[in-house]
T-cell receptor
């Protein structure tokens, strides 16, 4: 595997379900990110992790819970989501520090019924 | 309030001609700008970047121009090829929040044979 991978690619869940999204990067980076892209909206940054520590939470509701066990893996735990949370969730990684391009995974298309 | 705007949702260009994609920003603290390209069912792919100390950066067929006084940047693709058909996103960050990329809504570029 190369680059940034995400599983599952598609997920349909009910509002009472608990599910997790997984991201893995094979680029040797130390920073990882979660983004959300809703229909007809720009990508929105959700969380940033540097060296496994969360350094940014962009006012994300607590029903989204990230976890970063090591620099290569990032999870997004989902519980009691709302239909408006349906979106494309993208993971990215980069070197830490400024002016480093972020490399994106293919995303998970989430539908909340 | 959207800090990065791509006012053209779509652009159609003939193969071999120049494609010009535009992006405007409002935050004067932004000092690093990137262009990403996205194909369907894939994550965004980094194309080219520019720091605010420059006004032009070139990489093969891709050139990015930055006009700081107008808070405007543009991506030129010449010559345009059918494989360039994709959605193009402009993104910006400020040194103080260097890992917080703010994205535009994207412009769908179609290259016609």
């Amino acid at each position: 595997e190369t680059g940034v991978t995400q599983t599952p690619r598609h997920l349909v869940m009910g509002m009472t379900n608990k599910k997790s999204l997984k991201c893995e990067q094979h680029l040797g980076h130390n920073a990882m990110y979660w983004y959300k892209q809703s229909a007809k909206k720009p990508l929105e940054l959700m969380f940033v992790y540097n060296f496994k520590e969360q350094t940014e939470n962009n006012s994300v509701p607590s029903r989204f819970s990230p976890e970063c066990p090591n620099s290569s893996h990032l999870f997004l735990h989902l519980h009691t989501l709302q239909p408006e949370d349906s979106a494309l969730y993208l993971c990215a990684s980069s070197q830490t520090g400024p002016n480093n391009e972020q490399f994106f995974g293919p995303g998970t298309r989430l539908t909340v019924l | 309030d959207q800090q990065v705007k791509q006012n053209s949702p779509s652009l159609s260009v003939q193969e071999g001609r120049i494609s010009i994609l535009n992006c405007d920003y409002t935050n004067s603290m932004f000092d690093y700008f990137l262009w990403y390209k996205k194909y369907p069912a894939e994550g965004p792919t980094f194309l080219i970047s520019i720091s605010s100390i420059k006004d032009k950066n070139e990489d093969g067929r891709f050139t990015v121009f930055l006009n700081k006084s107008a808070k405007h940047l543009s991506l030129h693709i010449v010559p345009s090829q059918p494989g360039d058909s994709a959605v193009y996103f402009c993104a910006a960050s400020a040194f103080q929040g260097a890992q917080k990329l703010v994205f535009g809504q994207g412009t769908r570029l179609t290259i016609n044979p």
